[in-house]
């Protein structure tokens, strides 16, 4: 599947199907997966893609045709997943801000899909995946966010 023009080169519509393999990655705490992590992170992009659409859709569309080798090629690039999901946030400020929203609520359903399937009974997270996912919702926001909302920027004093 090729990235939708002008939008993005072969490399970086890698980095966007990679995306989901970044949370996958952070929730378990290691980059190589069993064949239960990658069941449940199948399940969650295809139920994330059923319930999404425009960019979103068009990434996890992307990332499941790639099924076969992504885990491959997310070995090959080697990025740490601070460095993937912020290139990550570089490539969604190039989309529609309102796409871009859709996308990371979409990777967080995912994270949240994958946490519930680790968690008790699989049916809720446990509080540690909840804090990690806390915390890649953080670098998953655009720069533009995490300044409006420091307590820097404020005209009350500090």
């Known amino acids: 599947m090729s990235a939708p023009a002008p ?4 490399a970086e519509s890698l980095t966007l199907r990679l995306s989901g393999v970044w949370i996958l990655s952070a929730l378990v705490g290691h980059t190589h997966f069993n064949d239960d992590e990658q069941d449940a992170f199948w399940d969650g992009v295809t139920d994330a893609a059923l319930r999404t659409h425009g960019l979103a859709r068009w990434i996890l569309e992307a990332t499941a045709a790639d099924r076969r080798w992504l885990f491959d ?7 740490p997943i601070v460095s993937g999901l912020n290139a990550v946030v570089r490539l969604l400020e190039r989309a529609d801000p309102a796409e871009a929203d ?6 967080l359903e995912l994270g949240r899909s994958v946490a519930r399937a680790r968690g008790p009974f699989g049916r809720r997270m446990t509080t540690e995946d909840e804090q990690t996912l806390l915390l890649v919702e953080q670098l998953l926001q655009p ?3 995490i300044a409006s909302g420091s307590p820097m ?4 004093p500090i």
């Open 7 to 10: 939008y993005w080169s072969d």
């Open 73 to 79: 090629e997310f070995h090959l690039d080697d990025r």
């Open 102 to 107: 859709s996308v990371r609520a979409t990777l």
């Open 143 to 145: 720069d533009s966010a």
């Open 153 to 156: 920027n404020s005209d009350l």
